[in-house]
């Protein structure tokens, strides 16, 4: 994937989340997105001087999503630890164009589909704000800029598309399509 030299990050400059489609969660604070990346093989062998690792194309380690809350608030009283979740992130990253010194504004969403499999209440203490997180393992997570499909995992089925790399190649070779 190509590294534009002109533009100089920035940050975030404001999010949305939806879960199952609605707005009803009050108070996220933070959102931890899934950490993409390829599950691993170590090669060995004879004529080798060391060990080598080789990413396996279309296999990718578990995928894990959290979400912070700030507050105790009755919005959280519809999660419940099992569930199924749809969660989408519309986010907006600021950068700056070094050669035409223009602000640019990119439009990202990361849809993540999974379980809920954890729910910590967090500390509680008067007069302060307690953080609560809920962890999802992630069954499918894509994420896109501007309408451009970056990448797309989905774990259940054999499918998945990483900055251009298609495993319909290694499906069409199982004779799945």
Same mark, same amino acid.
Request: aromatic fraction near 8%; proline fraction near 2%.
């Given at each position: 994937?190509?590294? *534009?030299? !002109? $533009?100089?990050a920035g940050a975030i400059s404001d999010a949305e989340v939806y879960v199952n489609g609605a707005k009803d969660?009050?108070?996220?604070?933070?959102? /931890?997105?899934?950490? @993409?990346?390829?599950?691993?093989?170590t090669a060995s062998q004879f004529g080798q001087t060391a060990e080598v690792e080789m990413g396996m194309t279309?296999?990718?380690?578990? #995928? +894990?999503?959290? #979400? &912070?809350?700030?507050?105790?608030?009755?919005?959280? #009283?519809? &999660?419940?630890?099992?569930?199924?979740?749809?969660?989408?992130?519309?986010?907006?990253?600021? !950068?700056? *164009?070094?050669?035409?010194?223009? @602000?640019? @504004?990119d439009g990202m969403i990361a849809t993540i589909i999974g379980q809920v499999t954890s729910f910590d209440g967090? +500390?509680?203490?008067?007069?302060?704000?307690?953080?609560? *997180?809920?962890?999802?393992?992630? %069954?499918?997570?894509?994420?896109?800029? /501007?309408?451009?499909?970056? %990448?797309? @995992?989905?774990?259940? /089925?054999?499918?998945?598309?990483? %900055?251009? +790399?298609?495993?319909? %190649? $290694? /499906?069409?070779?199982?004779?799945? $399509?």
């Amino acid at each position: 994937m190509a590294v *534009n030299a !002109n $533009i100089i990050a920035g940050a975030i400059s404001d999010a949305e989340v939806y879960v199952n489609g609605a707005k009803d969660l009050a108070g996220i604070g933070k959102v /931890n997105l899934p950490k @993409v990346s390829l599950k691993k093989v170590t090669a060995s062998q004879f004529g080798q001087t060391a060990e080598v690792e080789m990413g396996m194309t279309g296999h990718y380690e578990k #995928m +894990d999503f959290k #979400m &912070t809350i700030e507050n105790i608030n009755g919005s959280l #009283m519809n &999660t419940k630890i099992g569930q199924r979740l749809q969660v989408e992130v519309y986010f907006t990253s600021q !950068n700056l *164009n070094r050669s035409t010194q223009e @602000v640019q @504004v990119d439009g990202m969403i990361a849809t993540i589909i999974g379980q809920v499999t954890s729910f910590d209440g967090g +500390d509680l203490k008067p007069g302060e704000k307690t953080e609560i *997180n809920t962890d999802m393992s992630v %069954f499918y997570y894509k994420l896109t800029n /501007n309408g451009k499909k970056v %990448f797309e @995992v989905d774990a259940l /089925n054999p499918s998945s598309e990483n %900055f251009g +790399d298609n495993r319909s %190649f $290694i /499906n069409q070779l199982l004779g799945r $399509i």
